[in-house]
């Protein structure tokens, strides 16, 4: 029985040693871990966090933060300079930039991260152009396309009278036209024109057969029709025809369309009219 007891207080006092052990290393692993570990400041394209570093280097650092670095990338410090407590590490993505200068297409590569400082790093502000990005649109590692259309001084000779100079900012000689058109307020002339020339082709021939422009003026359109019929139909088709007009014509060419059905023959002109009610016939 003694004997017993012996060996369990024996094997009671290995157990003991055994945890103490245990604990002992594991609290030594902490603590050598925890000596190991750094914190960094890292900062990827302005944004910046800190982390909790155990490498030794930059490299290491960044490849813990799935950090990938390309060719035209910077980093500060250099990827092999080693880390410590407290240290800061910045990267900055290259991006590639394509700009399309009036059709002319040249990419650079630069560092900023939004559209108006990238310009500014290439020394292209192109201040009184045309762009098709926000100034203010941000840049990111994919990089972007930006169309720039530059002011050009242009000599204009209408209908054989005195030279004009004017500055427009357009890309092609349909553009500088399209401009001069809305400059000089010529739009709704030449939208009235196009109303009465191609109104088979805006409406479809099936309307045009049954209907005719008659008039055009403050953006109301006036139409007659072969019948009562149509009438009645043309006016039920007006909304969507209005909407047509103005994407053929431009927005707000046209805001109404009047109908009318066709008008019967009137019995009180010429040297035989007489008073009174005249015939009852109807027409429609």
Known sequence: ????????????????????????????????????????????????????????????????????????????????EAVEDGSAITVQYAKPLTLEVDGEE???WVYATDIDSALSEIGRGFRDADLSLSRGGDLDRSGATLEVTTPKKVTLVIAGGKAKKRTLTVATVADALGALVRQQGWDDRLSAQRVFT???????????????VDGYEDAVLHVTTDSTAWATQLRLLAP????????????GAVLRIEVRGPQAPSWKRGPRSVKGRGPRDTYG
């Open 1 to 80: 029985m003694r004997s017993t007891i012996t060996t369990l207080a024996r094997s009671r006092a290995v157990m003991v040693g055994l945890i103490a052990t245990v604990v002992l290393a594991v609290a030594g692993t902490t603590l050598g871990y925890s000596a190991l570990a750094s914190t960094v400041t890292l900062t990827v394209d302005g944004e910046t966090r800190e982390v909790s570093a155990a490498g030794e280097t930059v490299a290491d650092v960044l490849a813990a933060e799935g950090v990938e670095l390309g060719e035209r990338d910077l980093v500060a410090p250099q990827r092999d």
């Open 106 to 108: 040249q990419t650079h």
């Open 198 to 212: 191609d109104w088979s082709s805006i409406v479809g021939p099936e309307v045009a057969r049954h209907s005719t």
């Open 240 to 251: 969507r025809l209005v909407a047509r007009l103005n994407e053929e014509l431009g927005d």
